[in-house]
């Protein structure tokens, strides 16, 4: 009729919910026209109180105290509950924060490395079977001695390349980069021979430093470690990136 004014209310509202026993805030939506006893029921497998010793709390969207709910024949509607309003859940019932997060309380089953081995029923007892792994015994001394020789050809680019002297960087995947040697030698960071680059432009990952220990000075992102196979050395003057056109 004309007029009149019809007043819609959604039947369900989304609501965030937290509790005495929990640090953390969960959302869930619920139907207006369900009681608070009813309520409590659907709250006991959301925070792990039990119903009967809840108190709840309603706070506004912007978390202002409004009233306590507990009636609890009265409808969830029956409160100004709003999307986003926040449900407080207070267990009466002695749990404690963090109580059903807190996972050092629990039973662990341990096994020992002796008895584990003797299970056939395992990945490590299948990984045996099928030769996978270091279980190859065959595979896996063929990859140490391809890992020993390549480290043999990392010295030994290493040894031919010195401090000071320019070089071109390509390493795979990565566009082909100018610099200075400032560093050759092994690490603390990782094993091996590494050569420390100082590149022309900011295409590194850092100034010289890895891990707090100074390897050579440069400005930050200026700096690199890669592999001495990596490494070309040579007469690779430093290009001008158009700085005479300021």
């Known amino acids: 009729m004309d007029g ?4 819609i209310t959604n039947p369900t509202v989304n609501v965030r919910l937290t509790s005495t026993i929990s640090s953390f805030e969960v959302q869930r939506r619920f139907n207006r026209g369900i ?3 009813e309520l409590k029921g659907k709250l006991e497998m959301v925070v792990g109180a039990p119903a009967s010793s809840m108190d709840l709390e ?3 969207v912007s978390d202002k105290f409004l009233q ?3 009636d609890s024949e009265a409808l969830l509607g029956s409160y100004p509950v709003d999307d986003d309003c926040r449900i407080h859940v207070i267990d009466r019932s002695g749990g404690q924060m963090g109580e059903f997060t807190d996972v050092s309380k629990v039973q662990k089953f341990e096994l020992s490395d ?4 003797k299970k056939t029923d395992t990945a490590r007892s299948f990984m045996r079977k099928q030769r996978i792994g270091h279980f190859n015994e065959e595979e896996m001394a063929k990859k140490k001695a391809e890992h020993a020789a ?3 050809e ?3 680019a290493a040894d031919v390349i010195s401090v000071g002297s320019r070089c071109k960087v390509q390493v795979p995947g990565q566009p082909t980069k100018l610099g200075t040697v400032m560093y050759v030698g092994t690490t603390d960071f990782k094993p091996g021979y590494w050569v420390g680059v100082k590149y ?3 295409l590194g990952k850092n100034n010289g430093i890895v891990e707090g220990k100074r390897y050579f000075e440069c400005e930050n992102k200026y700096g690199a470690f890669v592999k001495p196979l990596s490494v070309t050395v040579g007469d690779f003057p430093e290009e001008d990136y158009g700085l005479d056109e300021m």
């Open 200 to 202: 022309d432009e900011p």
């Open 150 to 152: 390549r480290e043999e």
């Open 114 to 117: 002796e008895a584990y081995d």
């Open 154 to 156: 990392q010295k030994a």
């Open 58 to 60: 309603l706070f506004s």
């Open 35 to 37: 009681s608070i006893a």
């Open 4 to 7: 009149q004014v019809t007043v």
């Open 68 to 70: 306590k709910m507990d």
